[in-house]
């Protein structure tokens, strides 16, 4: 069960990491008449990091007690949740056309 838990994070992870670049829609899902801006990404990208911090701390509360963390911890979630967007950023902005 804790081990299907920590799988399920890195999917969400990587998911949420990545879609901010691989759609013209606002979180997948609303329409943008211009298409986003690459403020409107890093917002998205902000957003969507919390959404995913906030479901792996649910996931971690059904499991059991949750372990208090230290601004250390969010500082290395943050830069790994930027390293699993790479592939998305390299997609829209760095690979040819």
Do not use: C
Request: aromatic letters at 16%.
């Amino acid at each position: 069960m804790q081990s299907s838990a920590v799988w399920l994070v890195l999917v969400l992870s990587l998911i949420g990491a990545n879609l901010p670049f691989a759609t013209e829609r606002l979180f997948g899902v609303l329409p943008l008449r211009g298409g986003k801006t690459w403020y409107l990404r890093l917002g998205e990208l902000s957003v969507l990091y919390f959404v995913v911090g906030f479901a792996s701390l649910a996931m971690e509360a059904r499991l059991g007690q949750i372990y208090p963390q230290h601004w250390e911890f969010y500082a290395v979630s943050a830069s790994m949740f930027l390293v699993l967007a790479f592939p998305g950023f390299v997609g829209r902005y760095l690979a040819r056309r």
